[in-house]
């Protein structure tokens, strides 16, 4: 489906552009996505694995997209995680998902305006 390429390549830039020095890999694991509408979590992003880094980075990623989608009920919303603790500190010094959010702010009104809705 063309809408999960597009997120996903959201996911690949961050992945692939994050400018940080990769110690454990749990960081770039913990990056992924989640679409909620109104509520209902409609695609969730696989956290997988970077190479060399434990389960941590995954299940704290998804941690993370599970507690915002639970707040984020009303209309359709897409959310792009970094979920490990110090990832907000990373981002201040170094990119971490600023080049996915910039990406998304590009390709996510593309999306909506293929599948019918009308973007401001």
């Not at 454990?24 to 997988?48: A, C, D, K, M």
């Not at 990373?90 to 390709?107: H, M, Q, W």
């Not at 996510?108 to 973007?119: C, E, K, N, S, W």
Request: hydrophobic share 40%; aromatic share 6%.
């Amino acid at each position: 489906e063309f809408r999960r390429v597009l997120f996903r390549s959201c996911i690949r830039d961050a992945r692939s552009n994050g400018d940080y020095l990769d110690q454990t890999g749990n960081l770039r694991s913990s990056i992924g996505y989640v679409v909620v509408n109104n509520g209902n979590v409609v695609t969730l992003s696989r956290f997988s694995k970077a190479k060399g880094s434990s389960t941590e980075g995954p299940s704290e990623g998804l941690e993370l997209a599970n507690k915002l989608s639970a707040e984020n009920n009303k209309g359709i919303v897409l959310i792009v995680v970094a979920g490990m603790n110090y990832a907000a500190y990373v981002e201040t010094k170094r990119n971490v998902i600023t080049s996915a959010e910039l990406l998304a702010e590009k390709l996510v009104p593309q999306i909506m305006r293929q599948l019918g809705f009308t973007v401001r």
